[in-house]
Each structure stands twice: as C-alpha cells, then as structure tokens.
C-alpha cells in the first residue's frame, strides 16, 4: 500500500438502515428463545460486520459459529461458575465455623485465581477473534494457549496497583504489548511497543480528579453550613435541604466529570497503543480524539435512554464502525509472500470473555 493510499485503507461499505433488520430480527429470536440465541445473533452481527468492512482491496469474513460461542460459555460456567459458587458457600461456612483466617487465605487464592482466569479470557478472546477473521483467504491467530499471559495478568495488573495506583497505565500497557506480541496474521508477526510517557499525564489528571472533586465539595459544604458575618446560623432544615443538593451535586460531578476525564485518558491510550503496533511492514494509527469518543458515548446513551432501551441492539453496531472509520494503516502488503496461518485454530468462543463480561481490545 502506497502513502498516498492510507486514507482507504480501512472502510466500511454499510449503514445502519442496512444493519436494522439483522438488529431487530436477532432481538425477537432472543426473546422467543430466552436468550439462547445470543450466540447466534452475535455470530450473524460479526459476519455482517466484517463482510462490509474493507482492507485495501477486500472484505473481511467472519467464519465463527454461534455452536463455538455457546461451548465456550458453558465450558466457562461448569470449569469455573460452578466452582465459584462452591466455594463462596465454603468461605461462609468457614467463618459461620469460627476459622475466619482459613476464610481469608481462601478469598485471596480465590482473588489471584479469577485474576488468572480474566488474563485467559482476554488473551484467548483476541486469539479466536483472529482465528475467525479472514482477509484473502487468510487468518490470524496465535501459537500460545494464553497460559502465561494469564500469570503476567496477575501479577503485572497486583504491581498496577502499587504506589496507590500510579503504576495503572505501565500495567495497561505492557499487557497490552505483551499479548499482541504473541499474535500474527498470515505469516506476519505482530509487533507492539507502546509506551507509557505519552499517556501518563492525562492519567495522572484522571488520577488527581477524585481528589480535587472531593475537596470541592468539602470547601461548599463547609461554606454552606458557615453563617455569613451578622446572618443566623442556618436551621437543621436549611441544611439538611442543602446536605441534600451537594451529594446531587457530587453525584453529578463525580460521575459526569470523572467520565469525561476517563474519554479524555483513554483517547490517548488508544492513540498510543495502535499507533505503535505494526504487522510485517504494516504500521497502524488510530485518529479518534476525545471530542470524537465523546460523541460516540453520547450517542449511545441517548440511543438506549430515548428508545427505552432498544436501541441497546445498535450498540456494536456503532463501537465497529467507529474503530473501521478511525482506523489507518501505513506501509506495503506483499500479496505474493502471504500464506496461510500455522496457528492451531481454537476450538470453541470467547466463554471466559462472556462470564467475566470484559471486552477483547
């Protein structure tokens, strides 16, 4: 691909009157089946998706099952759920009995395990993702089973959260780097190297934020509750009807601030990690700002809040599109040296994924 070609490079050919009906259609079966359908909607969304999604000069294919979707969900369940649930009813027997502190060793080796489990989910989601895409005939996919990913979750995600959690980002990106490197597509190797110095500050004011909100809010309640010079002290109505407004206020600022700050911190983090992943000779941007990441997140919440909720079915709809379009790519394809993937092709879908309800970037 030329330099001048980056702008093509990604695209996507539909629009969300062409999507409605498979949206709507995959609603009613999940309600006349209960919900077992949702395998099945989903897979019929990817494979929609990807046909309309361009990479140079061909449309992806999605070739997942909703069968491998609904395994992997009921692997994830009986492997795990059920033992889950075994043990929390342990853990209450154990301090009903009077042995508190086995209870507690317990919790933690429990912790560290769903830690370990959630580093598979996300490592395994990624790999069946590439396994299931092709682009001229060819596949993605990975030689690791994602095993050692989940002990480098564990303990790079414990080590995040030293230093009261200033070491977040380092732990985000090296993961990050760690699992696209285990990644390739065709012959060609992915290679990521992300780093932490662009992102840290916009962190760091996602960090302070809480801290400087909190302070606020204490100063206007102190102010509040203060009589001015020569004025009676406030009445315990007065100031429980003005207690009452602060935390509103505090519940507005917290969730609506803290939110823009976090579209603001992660505008960067994706800007940083795909603008240093490269595939072959390939190099990859994304050009979402945080003006357009805050227009997608409204978009959605008015979407589901003024369609009472339906609106719900054009969510993935709107998350693809909106990586397709800011997506770019740089570099050259040699279509004569790609052959297909050697990686073993995963078995069943993304279970993990499902139960620990994470997402796969």
């Known amino acids: 691909m030329s330099s001048g070609d980056e702008q093509s490079a990604f695209g996507f ?4 009157r062409e999507f409605a009906p498979i949206a709507f259609t995959n609603l009613l079966l999940c309600i006349v089946t209960l919900g077992l359908y949702t395998f099945w909607a989903r897979t019929r969304e990817r494979r929609y998706l990807w046909s309309q999604t361009r990479f140079i000069d061909d449309q992806l294919e999605w070739t997942g ?5 609904m395994i992997g969900y009921v692997l994830a369940i009986v492997l795990f ?12 027997a154990m301090i009903l009995r009077g042995y508190p502190g086995y209870a ?3 919790g933690i080796v429990l912790y560290f395990g769903l830690l370990y489990l959630i580093g598979i989910a996300i490592f395994r989601a990624l790999r069946y993702r590439l396994s299931r895409t092709f682009w001229r005939g060819i596949r993605g996919g990975s030689h690791e089973q994602g095993l050692s990913f989940g002990f480098s ?8 959260s030293l230093l009261l959690g200033l070491l977040i980002p380092w732990s985000m990106v090296s993961l990050w780097n760690k699992r696209w490197d285990a990644m390739s597509f065709g012959p060609m190797q992915f ?19 809480p801290i400087f909100i909190l302070v606020l809010l204490g100063l206007l309640a102190f102010w509040g509750m203060v009589p001015a010079p020569g004025k009676l002290a406030p009445t315990p109505a007065t100031m429980q009807q ?3 407004v602060i935390a509103v206020l505090a519940y507005v600022i917290f969730f609506v601030v803290l939110g823009l700050i976090a579209l603001v911190f992660y505008a960067a983090y994706f800007r940083e990690v795909i603008g240093n992943l490269t595939l072959g000779e390939l190099s990859f941007e994304f050009t979402a700002t945080t003006w357009d990441w805050l227009k997608l997140a409204l978009g959605s919440l008015l979407l589901v809040v003024l369609t009472l909720g339906i609106g719900q079915i054009f969510i993935g709809y709107r998350n693809w599109t909106f990586f397709v379009r800011h997506m770019r790519a740089y570099g050259d394809v040699r279509l004569d040296a790609l052959t297909q993937s050697t990686t073993r092709e995963p078995g069943q879908g993304e279970g993990l994924l499902d139960a620990f309800d994470v997402g796969a970037f």
Request: aromatic share 14%; glycine share 12%; net charge positive.
């Open 104 to 106: 507690g060793i317990t």
């Open 191 to 209: 290679d990521s190297h992300a780093r932490v110095g662009p992102i840290f500050g916009r962190f760091l004011l996602f960090y302070l934020s």
């Open 65 to 69: 099952t909703g069968l491998e979707l």
């Open 13 to 16: 050919n539909s629009n969300w």
């Open 81 to 92: 759920g059920l033992p889950l649930a075994a043990l929390q009813f342990g853990l209450q």
């Open 242 to 244: 003005q207690a009452i």
């Open 153 to 160: 979750y564990v303990w790079r995600t414990i080590t995040g």
